[in-house]
Nanobody, 121 residues
Framework: QVQLVESGGGLVQGGDSLRVSCAASGRTVSLYTMGWFRQASGKEREFVAAIRWTGGTTWLADSVKGRFTISKDHAKDTVYLQMNSLKPEDTAVYYC??????????????WGHGTQVTVSS
C-alpha cells in the first residue's frame, strides 16, 4: 500500500501564495501519477492537478490554470502544488492522491488525509 501525507496548508490572504507538499511512502514503486483534489465545505470534490511520475506530464483544472503549478521531487518521493494569486474560492481541504494507472479526474487509488487551505478576502 501507499501512504500519502500532506503538509503546508494554512490561512492566507487573497492574492497570497502557498505551497502544499505531499510525501509518499510505502510501495511507491507502484505509483504512476500523483496529484491533488480539493473539496470546499458543502461542495463536491473536484480535481485540481496531477503529474506523471515518469516524463513529467501535467494536468491542471481550468479553474487553476495560470495560477497553480504542480511539480515533483523524485529523490524525496514528494509532489508539490504551488498556489499563486489565491482567491477565497480556493478555500478547501486539499487532498493528495496517487494513481496506479493513468490519471483520472473522478477518483484515485490512494488518498492522503488532507490539508486545509483557507483564503480570506
Amino acid at each position: 500500500q501507499v501512504q500519502l501525507v500532506e503538509s503546508g496548508g494554512g490561512l492566507v490572504q487573497g492574492g497570497d501564495s502557498l505551497r502544499v507538499s505531499c510525501a509518499a511512502s510505502g510501495r511507491t514503486v507502484s505509483l504512476y501519477t500523483m496529484g491533488w483534489f480539493r473539496q470546499a465545505s458543502g461542495k463536491e470534490r473536484e480535481f485540481v492537478a496531477a503529474i506523471r511520475w515518469t516524463g513529467g506530464t501535467t494536468w491542471l483544472a481550468d479553474s487553476v490554470k495560470g495560477r497553480f503549478t504542480i511539480s515533483k521531487d523524485h529523490a524525496k518521493d514528494t509532489v508539490y502544488l504551488q498556489m499563486n494569486s489565491l482567491k477565497p474560492e480556493d478555500t478547501a481541504v486539499y487532498y493528495c492522491v496517487a494513481f496506479i494507472g493513468s490519471v483520472r479526474k473522478n477518483g484515485a487509488d490512494y488518498w492522503g488525509h488532507g490539508t486545509q487551505v483557507t483564503v480570506s478576502s
